[in-house]
């Protein structure tokens, strides 16, 4: 079975835009990038364009390469005191000269959309969460959407980081699955991953995950974006795991596009929650 993330995220947008046109709110997404990285330009364009699928305005700043952390403090000090903004987006990785945690933490977490500031990691680890990291939350839709339910499932997660690997084991634990996370460290990996019912790749590396690293009727999710000899390519060898797997998310196509419905459903989440507080 292909866990179709396009379609299952055209279907959430559609509901979505539905329900922001008869909430009487004006969502508004902020991002802010900095240098000219191909890859971060490309995803940013698409953040803008689904804002306008849904009917969520979108500003974006956009700073230079050699921008100083203060500098970019500066910019989220602005965007988090306009009352217009209901989400902000810094878009990761950030330059190596730049301090990204104190970037990080300088978004309001009432308009971190992202999920990354502390106070929402620690709520997603608490069990109660309000904004979840975008990628993580979206492939727990793609597999509700599924039928899959981790309940009682072995789960298994490559990648450690904090933008999917840690969020993506608390939502696995929350949910009830007994979950493992794998790093580079990890001795042995593939006879850890082959328990797995539930496989997490979030590894950075292309077609990393064989078919000798998952057991027969395995759920695969597969996170990753590689360009190799100019073609898009998961950490998983799709062609190859397919076969073994029960089920698979494809790349292109797969975790992608729910991770910007997720964004979206943040964006209006947090305009939602501002209304109701007051809070600007």
Do not use: W
Not at 14 to 31: C, F, M, N, Y
Not at 89 to 109: G, K, S
């Amino acid at each position: 079975m292909i866990l179709d993330g396009k379609k299952v995220s055209e279907a959430r947008l559609a509901r979505l835009k539905e329900e922001i046109a008869v909430s009487g709110l004006t969502p508004e997404l902020a991002t802010l990038i900095v240098g000219e990285d191909p890859a971060s330009q490309m995803y940013v364009r698409m953040k803008h364009r689904a804002c306008g699928q849904v009917g969520i305005r979108s500003r974006g700043v956009a700073l230079p390469g050699t921008s100083r952390t203060q500098e970019i403090l500066a910019q989220v000090d602005r965007i988090n005191r306009d009352p217009n903004v209901s989400g902000i987006l810094v878009q990761l990785p950030l330059p190596p000269h730049i301090d990204t945690h104190r970037v990080v933490e300088a978004v309001r977490p009432e308009k971190d959309v992202d999920g990354f500031h502390p106070v929402n990691l620690g709520r997603l680890f608490s069990g109660n969460p309000v904004f979840t990291p975008c990628t993580p939350g979206g492939i727990m839709t793609l597999l509700q959407e599924y039928g899959v339910e981790p309940e009682g499932m072995r789960a298994v997660v490559i990648g450690r980081s904090i933008e999917v690997g840690r969020p993506m084991a608390a939502l696995l634990l929350n949910a009830s699955a007994t979950v493992t996370i794998c790093h580079s460290r990890t001795r042995d990996l593939p006879s850890i991953t082959r328990e797995a019912d539930i496989l997490v790749a979030a590894v950075g590396k292309a077609r990393f995950v064989g078919p000798d690293m998952v057991r027969e009727g395995a759920v695969v999710v597969d996170v990753g974006t590689n360009h190799v000899e100019g073609i898009l390519c998961g950490d998983v060898d799709f062609e190859r795991v397919r076969d073994v797997a029960g089920a698979i998310t494809p790349v292109p196509g797969g975790v992608g596009p729910m991770t910007i419905a997720t964004l979206m459903e943040n964006t209006f989440r947090a305009a939602r929650l501002q209304s109701c507080s007051g809070a600007p």
